[in-house]
């Protein structure tokens, strides 16, 4: 199976600054299957990225996604107090279709 | 507007099984893959399998073969999740989702969630 990697595990920020979040896939993901979720403390995750670049409806442009082959970033252009949650990638193009460990983006 | 209903929390004993339902509601529901991920305290999801109603095609991931069954009803929408021989480390929340575009467009992500179940495993 495809184990995905994120780092950091923290990322620790002040509202306003701008945040870099990498997904490392042990093999590379053929046609960008790639998607990024927020989750958010007792809620279930929702969608912001697919096809490692595509923004989910309704998702702001702060939100951006880059990269291909095995090599993915989720970037949020300037934190707002919203946007601190926990992070996961997800590969969807083979089965199982895993998840990485997360990224924790708190208030400095 | 897509809507996922999931059953409610569910207490089980070691070496039992359990089921879990999810009620769709707002749109088409059989030309899409809804899918099965599940969370353990503190940990990250774990996508255990997919079933796409229409064709009644499923599949699995190899952790939980053998152990897990997804089947659906589409005379009532739902989809059900059955874990069996169950151990303290099955303890989780258990979420449907629905993919974002149906089968016949391709592999997508979960777009639509449900509220999650609770699933204690405990002697």
């Known amino acids: 199976e495809i184990v995905l990697t994120q780092s950091p595990g923290t990322l620790s920020l002040s509202p306003g600054e701008r945040a870099t979040l990498s997904c490392r896939a042990s093999q590379s993901i053929s046609t960008s299957y790639l998607a990024w979720f927020q989750q958010k403390p007792g809620q279930a995750p929702r969608l912001l990225i697919h096809?490692?670049?595509s923004r989910a409806t309704g998702i702001p442009d702060r939100f951006s996604g880059s990269g291909s082959g095995t090599d993915f970033t989720l970037t949020i252009s300037r934190l707002e107090p919203d946007d601190f949650a926990v992070y996961y990638c997800q590969q969807y193009g083979i089965s199982p279709r895993t998840f990485g460990q997360g990224t924790k983006v708190e208030i400095k | 507007q897509v809507h996922l209903e999931q059953s409610g929390t569910e207490v089980k004993k070691p070496g039992s099984s359990v089921k879990v339902s999810c009620k769709a509601s707002g749109d088409t529901f059989s030309t899409y893959g809804l899918t099965w991920v599940r969370q353990a305290p503190g940990q990250g999801p774990q996508w255990m399998g997919r079933i796409i109603p229409l064709l009644n095609i499923t599949n699995y991931a190899q952790t939980f073969q053998g152990r897990v069954t997804i089947t659906a009803d589409r005379s009532t929408s739902t989809v059900f999740m059955e874990l069996n021989s169950l151990t303290s480390d099955d303890t989780a929340v258990y979420y449907c989702?629905?993919?974002?575009?149906?089968?016949?467009?391709?592999?997508?992500?979960?777009?639509?969630w449900g509220q999650g179940t609770l699933v204690t495993v405990s002697s």
């Open positions: 989702a629905r993919e974002r575009l149906g089968y016949r467009s391709g592999w997508s992500p979960p777009l639509y």
């Open positions: 096809g490692a670049s």
